[in-house]
């Protein structure tokens, strides 16, 4: 964690950073169904910590870290009696590795005094949206102009868009869970079984596999819902003859996977899903053709769609296939599905991005759509999650699955 503050500092020069936590949901106010308590990624990128209702000052100067603080709850046993334990000043200095851990009671005024003082602190750097309840005098500081407020998220984003290994580690574990749940839902798929059940066996093996949510509302969309990019619903009954598009992602340490597959329900694919299976896997391998150092994600693009143009004529019904696909082919990933950093950077090694051709042909009920995540290397690419996407070894797989399941 220090080395990426002293690379926050790096990026930054001079400023006071103010970098808050997320805050505890309310059981009466929020929707805390929605999720449990999850930290926000930039402070839990800077602090390892889980701590909610804190704050990390970070006094950059020269581009190096001058001083850190970091501010959290003291230890209330009341409330840990329905929370649990939360970490002491010690543990948390022991985890971020920052030596000054004090009250969050005294975080407005240190916060206050840093900003006020003349330190030849050129810029002052906060987040757009300051959130903590703790920050009422800093915002009046702020936003009555006597400080210059600095949006910190494009540099947090530079250094999160290259991941170290630490990162490629938790992305490789979230993909490998992925890849199991995809195996089992295509092992359990038949005709006559709702979405939301495919969705639980997925959601079961994220879990048992050790995830600690999802990435993202799982989409399990059979039928015409294949068709709908971001069906989240999972109450169909699913048919003979139907595709089903599995866009799903494990959450493992705060790293999400990004994964889709398209397999038919009933085990085999009929000669009509065949051929918009073959041309979205064209496209695909076209794409991760294209994922190299120096190329961008336009590059990568622009592949897939000169492969569906070549190759998709008379296909895709009275449009083009081009038409048919409405969506980007890759975004970022990593703490968040679509992760942040620039779009229109030259390819690195570290990067982390998905490769999601598909075709949607609402007239037919036919969408198919298959994602894989790809570390960008030195030479080229390696992928990251490999559950099958071979249309003969999906019914294979099937088959056999069909076959065991009748014993
Ligand atoms: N997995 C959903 C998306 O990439 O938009
Ligand atoms: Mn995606």
Known sequence: MAGRRARLAEEVGDGVLLVPSATTKSIEGDYPQDSDFRQDNNFLYL??????????????????????????????PAEEMWTGPKPSFQEASKLSGIVDVRAISDFEETAVESLKQDTGVKAIYAPLNPHSRHDPHIQTLLFEGQAEVLDLEPAFARLRQVKDDFEIEMLRRAIEITDGAHLAALRTARPGMYEYELEAVIEYNFRRGGAERVGFPSIVGAGPNSVVLHYDKSRRRMEEGDLVVMDIGAEYSYYSADVTRTIPV?????????????LVLGAHEAALAAVKPGNTLMDVERAARVYLQEHGAGKC????????????????????VHDVGDYSVKLQPGMVLTVEPGIYLADEGIGVRVEDDVLVTETGYELLSNAPRDPDEIEALMAEAATVSRR
């Not at 910590?49 to 959290?72: H, K, N, T």
């Open 47 to 76: 602090t390892g910590l889980e701590v909610p209702d804190s704050w990390l000052v970070l006094i950059a100067a020269g581009g190096q870290v001058r001083a850190e603080i970091l501010f959290i709850p003291e230890r209330e």
């Open 266 to 278: 009933s085990g085999a694919f009929s000669a009509r899903q065949r051929e918009i299976y073959d």
């Open 317 to 336: 019904g009275a449009k083009s296939c081009n038409d048919q696909f409405p969506h980007g082919v890759s975004h970022w990933l990593g703490m968040d």
